[in-house]
């Protein structure tokens, strides 16, 4: 344990596409093996669900294709619900079949906020037991006991880019905006953060790196071999932590 405290009280995490690509190797998948057990004639390819990902939450993820395909067999809010929790059975398969790892540099940047006394958060859009489910099936059920604070899509009003899901966990952890740094991978969540006043770090993966993320606290494209893609230019990381995290809040919040 390192003694000096660290200035930032609090990161706080996204994850779908943060803690680990499950949009590529999870829900997509899922979507798509739930809509053929439905034999509804749907397949999203992995462009398209690239541009469904603008819209955020599974069951309003499939209402807008819904809305916006006339020609399908209209679903009204309960069989969408029961198709979304059938998606959600085939996602927690594939989480559990190990298909589904953390991003590499997850697990050791979570060591390290812990040896640094830097409290852990997660504001997700997903839903508890895929949170849960993730770190079951990655680092172990207690590794959720990491994070004092645990927020899911649907346990507040509005989901992602609204700022709902970090204002929870802000009010959980009970600190000020400031005192803390989001972790996202995409504009919606970048946007979500951003509207609770939270300096943000932007991992951004093959789905979100064409995003715009103004006044990010950094944007990286991994948390190993991390190159910086905006903001300080620093050498490639080997191993991102804490220390280059408070390196780029120190600028972004007194600049
Ligand atoms: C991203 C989302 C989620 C997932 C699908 O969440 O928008 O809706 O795409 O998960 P995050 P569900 O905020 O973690 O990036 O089907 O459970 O919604
Ligand atoms: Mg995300």
Redo the contacts with the bound molecule.
């Keep these: 344990m390192r003694n000096e405290r660290s200035p930032i009280r609090a990161l706080i995490f996204?994850?779908?596409?943060?803690l680990a690509e499950?949009?590529a190797h999870g829900?997509r998948i899922?979507?798509n093996r739930a809509f053929a057990v439905w034999k509804l004639p749907v397949v999203w390819g992995v462009r398209e669900y690239g541009e469904l990902?603008d819209?955020?939450?599974?069951?309003?993820?499939i209402r807008s294709y819904w809305h916006s395909h006339p020609e399908l067999r209209a679903l009204n809010d309960d069989e969408i619900a029961a198709l979304?929790q059938l998606?959600?059975q085939f996602?927690l398969e594939l989480l559990n079949q190990g298909k589904i790892p953390l991003r590499p540099g997850v697990e050791l940047l979570l060591r390290d906020a812990r040896d640094r006394g830097v409290r852990l958060g997660i504001?997700?859009?997903?839903?508890r037991a895929?949170i849960i489910a993730l770190f079951t099936a990655t680092m172990g059920t207690d590794a959720l006991n990491w994070f004092e604070a645990i927020v899911a899509?649907d346990e507040v009003a509005r989901?992602?880019p609204a700022p709902d899901?970090y204002q929870k966990v802000l009010h959980l952890l009970g600190l000020d905006p400031v005192q803390c740094v989001a972790v996202?991978?995409?504009e919606?969540?970048f946007r979500?953060a951003q509207a609770a006043g939270i300096p943000t770090l932007v991992a951004i993966n093959q789905y979100t790196y064409h995003g715009s993320y103004p006044r990010a606290v950094c944007v990286i494209d991994g948390f190993q071999s991390t190159n910086i893609v905006q903001g300080l230019n620093l050498q490639p990381i080997p191993q991102l932590q804490v220390e280059h995290i408070e390196q780029w809040y120190a600028q972004a919040v007194h600049s």
Aim: net charge negative; no cysteine.
């Design positions: 996204d994850v779908d596409g943060t499950t949009e829900h899922a979507f990902l819209v955020t939450g599974g069951k309003e993820r979304h998606k959600t996602f504001a997700t859009t997903t839903t895929n899509g989901k992602k899901v996202e991978d995409s919606p969540g979500a």
